[in-house]
């Protein structure tokens, strides 16, 4: 898998879950919506330490920099979710705005950032760059819970390397 194929398929994941925690209630709901934060937690910082710094070129300042405030609205739904029983009113309008906002992420990166990310790199260099990325996905799900780092980054969007 290159980079792009795993940025992508950790994409369709997310989705899936959305779709399953639609559907869900109590504690279901709670573990759906954990997995969420995990998956988003990990696709942020994979993103965000090689992802964006390795495809600089493939867009403009701007459009780097709201792609990581982008980020920074999820982190912080995420932590406001995190504190938050599935039973509360306003859990799952906050559901639908993380839903939302993941959905604008991908439709930006699919339809345009990866089509110029892949004529900017060559296979090697995408291929290399999933390893770096898989690994860094490891060492934190190894930690069991990815999450818990995602109410520390609400402060600012991450800093552009
Ligand atoms: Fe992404």
Redesign the pocket.
């Known amino acids: 898998m290159d980079a792009i194929e795993l ?2 398929s ?2 369709r994941e997310v989705e899936a879950l959305f779709r399953k925690c639609e559907k869900a209630n109590g504690e279901a709901k709670r573990q759906l919506f954990e997995k969420i934060a995990d998956a988003l937690a990990v ?2 910082a994979i ?1 965000e330490k090689h ?1 964006y710094p390795a495809t600089r070129g493939a867009r403009s300042e701007d459009l780097l920099q709201e ?1 990581v405030e982008d980020h920074l609205a999820m982190k912080r739904i995420i932590a406001d979710l995190l504190e938050m029983d599935p039973a509360e009113a306003q859990f799952d309008a906050k559901i639908k705005m993380l839903q939302d906002l993941v959905e604008r ?2 439709q930006e ?2 339809g345009s950032l990866f089509g110029r990310a892949r004529r900017l790199l060559s296979e090697d260099e995408l291929f290399d760059l999933s390893v770096v990325m898989e690994d860094l996905a490891a060492e934190l799900k190894a930690g069991g819970s990815p999450r818990d780092s995602v109410p520390g980054e609400t402060g600012e969007a991450a800093p552009l390397q």
């Open positions: 940025l992508e950790q994409h696709h942020a993103e992802f792609a992420h991908v990166e699919e």
